[in-house]
């Protein structure tokens, strides 16, 4: 089983940044594909960045040139740089992660509990 748990939310102005955390803890065999996901309010929840255990990301285009994801493997956490905040960026951001429990496991989707981001204008 895998734990998410991401930190980093908040209350921010228009332009400022902030940084976001998900760390998966648990037993498990291995993280492969993490990702950041969000959800304002009355919409649905739309894909922000992935990453795949190699480093490779890819990134909605809303969000290309402001936001950053990167991951450290050693500590099975992900991280979201978001600078140029917009009021548009107010959501709960989710993280998710592709884990097997055991080498022989079929992988499973995983998701942490989601944290606050708000933009004022």
């Known amino acids: 089983q895998v734990q998410l748990v991401e930190s980093g939310g908040g209350l921010v102005q228009a332009g400022e940044s902030l940084r976001l955390s998900c760390a998966a803890s648990?037993?498990?065999?291995?993280?492969?594909?993490m990702g950041w996901y969000r959800q304002a309010p009355g919409k649905q929840r739309e894909l922000v960045a992935v990453?795949?255990?190699?480093?490779?990301?890819n990134y909605a285009d809303a969000v290309k040139g402001r936001f950053t994801t990167s991951r450290d493997n050693a500590k099975n956490t992900i991280y979201l740089q978001m600078n140029s905040l917009k009021p548009e960026d107010t959501a709960v951001y989710y993280c998710?992660?592709?884990?097997?429990?055991?080498?022989?496991?079929?992988?499973?989707?995983?998701w942490g509990q989601g944290t606050q981001v708000t933009v004022s204008s």
């Open positions: 648990g037993t498990f065999y291995s993280i492969n594909g």
């Open positions: 990453i795949t255990s190699g480093g490779t990301t």
């Open positions: 998710n992660a592709n884990g097997k429990r055991t080498r022989w496991s079929n992988p499973v989707l995983y």
